[in-house]
């Protein structure tokens, strides 16, 4: 998984979703809240083994669940929805810590997300081709149109200015 | 080298930037990392940039991962059939639906035991027919030699015919007590008997004899006696030394028919009928047939033996205690048991299977008991 094997990923994906389907379906949820909540379970499951001390103490497939589950009865008591009368279908590991751990990174991730949005184009993209795809300077300088390297350079160092400015600020 | 970095940053802001992205990416010289760092250490307001550039490159960074994440997920989700799995799992109104989705694995085995126990029940009542049919049957003929009989009386002169009487055949279960076939069943099941049979779940019938009975505590001990008989592999199952605790999930496997029928319950009490310390109570329905069949916990422990049921008392059966089998097989020579069934303590292969998987290695050592008379 951590060598973002696709395969593994789908294995993973397509073995537990009817899970935790069954679990939010059974639980005032609809198919929507179970994917976004089963992949944040997965997201959670990643950053977990990426940080290197997950050793799993149960079956994967409880973890997951344990994981969604968690996830799911947050997601329920901010909607102030009821909680009791939870519909069980396996069983439960003490998974807090992960989930609250995960909600932070979770924020980090969106504060990204929304600090990009505000940016702009082209700055948007200049970024996320440098930073994420991991393009070169003379790609970049290519695709956007600019006369030099020099002048791309200086645009991306502007552009990464502002979405500082922004992320810090959000 | 260092005083052209200084000159770099005096002059662009933005070269500093890129020297701190190629640092921060390893891609410097050593020599040029060198300079760098004392770079750092000197000016904390280059320190200070190369600090927040990288916890700022590090979220980026984690943002890009689970971006890239989402959407590998997201291609796994489109090749789901969702609306399949939904339909599926959809909550049903029904409450049983629910019931069944959670515990599937729990009622299959509940499923398997009722249909098992529905299996005993209509031999129950198919018996129960039986002898309600037979009874009815017998008051028939005694009316009829009852007008017979008057019939003697009033004419004195046709001969009554006598009623024809069955060939007595009795049933009970025996289990395996040794692979080399010594078979432990009830004294009362081969009391009387003239000839004993037994046979073996793939319907082989093999000869026995008595070598052991014990009238006070309803146990015999039957050899099989048959050229046809090949020894059995080692025993499944062990014999329970102590006593065990009221309310232990327990099941039994007898021959009230033809084919071998299990019944499930729980000892309800430690002791038998009036009292009877040798015995417990158990809650399960058994019929006659069941006499001399084994009494297992949940671990495939022997724990008795079915020996009687209650009258006018549902549910109320009784087994003879696991320590007087024991008593019984120490009262036969040793050297003639050769592998005989030990006691628990020693590793039980029925541990931790399921009923079904227990049951299945347990039926081959259980035997219908046919005694001739």
Request: net charge neutral; charged share 25%.
């Amino acid at each position: 998984m951590l060598n973002n094997s696709e395969e593994t990923l789908n294995r993973l994906y397509a073995g537990y979703y009817p899970m935790v389907l069954q679990f939010i379906l059974n639980n005032s949820g609809d198919e929507d809240d179970a994917k976004d909540v089963y992949q944040e379970a997965i997201i959670v499951l990643y950053n977990k083994i990426k940080t290197g001390d997950f050793e799993l103490s149960s079956k994967l497939k409880t973890y997951i669940y344990s994981v969604s589950r968690r996830i799911w009865l947050k997601k329920l008591s901010q909607q102030s929805k009821k909680t009791n009368n939870l519909s069980d279908f396996e069983d439960v590991l003490a998974v807090e810590e992960d989930v609250e751990q995960h909600e932070e990174k979770d924020q980090q991730f969106q504060k990204m997300e929304s600090a990009l949005q505000h940016l702009g184009e082209p700055c948007k993209t200049i970024i996320q081709d440098f930073y994420i795809n991991n393009l070169s300077m003379t790609d970049i300088c290519e695709k956007f149109g600019y006369t030099n390297t020099d002048n791309a350079k200086t645009q991306k160092y502007k552009c990464l200015q502002r979405l500082k400015k922004i992320f810090f600020q959000l | 080298m260092a005083t052209d970095i200084i000159r770099i940053l005096m002059r662009n802001e933005i070269e500093l930037e890129s020297i701190i992205e190629d640092y921060l990416k390893g891609k410097l010289t050593p020599r040029e990392i060198e300079a760098f760092e004392q770079l750092r250490a000197n000016d904390p307001a280059v320190d200070h940039k190369v600090v927040t550039h990288k916890v700022f490159l590090d979220s980026l960074q984690q943002y890009a991962e689970i971006l890239a994440l989402k959407e590998q997920m997201n291609h796994a989700h489109e090749s789901l059939d969702v609306s399949y799995l939904t339909e599926q799992f959809r909550p049903h109104p029904s409450f049983v639906v629910n019931l069944w989705r959670k515990n599937k694995a729990l009622i299959a085995v509940a499923a398997s035991f009722i249909f098992l126990a529905s299996l005993s029940v209509y031999s129950i009542q198919h018996n129960t027919k039986q002898n309600g049919s037979y009874e009815v049957m017998k008051k028939e003929v005694a009316s009829i030699k009852n007008s017979q009989n008057r019939l003697i009386r009033n004419i004195n002169s046709s001969r009554v015919q006598k009623e024809n009487i069955n060939p007595g055949r009795f049933g009970g279960t025996g289990f395996a007590l040794s692979s080399n076939g010594y078979l432990c069943t009830n004294f009362h099941v081969i009391d009387g008997a003239d000839s004993i049979y037994v046979q073996n779940n793939k319907g082989k019938s093999f000869k026995v004899k008595v070598v052991f009975s014990d009238p006070q505590y309803d146990l015999a001990i039957l050899k099989i006696d048959d050229e046809n008989f090949s020894a059995l592999a080692s025993l499944p199952y062990r014999l329970k030394k102590d006593n065990i605790g009221m309310g232990e999930n327990v099941y039994t496997l007898g021959f009230p028919k033809d084919d071998a029928v299990l019944g499930e319950g729980y000892v309800s009490s430690n002791t038998g009928y009036n009292g009877d310390t040798t015995a417990y109570q158990v809650s399960i329905p058994v019929n006659p047939g069941n006499s001399g069949g084994p009494l297992l916990d949940n671990n495939g422990n022997i724990i008795g033996a079915i020996t009687a049921k209650q009258n006018q008392a549902d549910g109320a059966a009784f087994a003879i205690k696991s320590q007087y089998i024991m008593e019984a097989l120490n009262a036969i020579p040793q050297d003639s048991i050769g592998s005989r069934i030990t006691s628990v303590g020693k590793k039980n292969v029925l541990k931790g299977l399921h009923r079904t998987k227990q049951i299945e290695k347990i039926q081959d050592y259980v035997f219908m008991i046919k005694v001739y008379n």
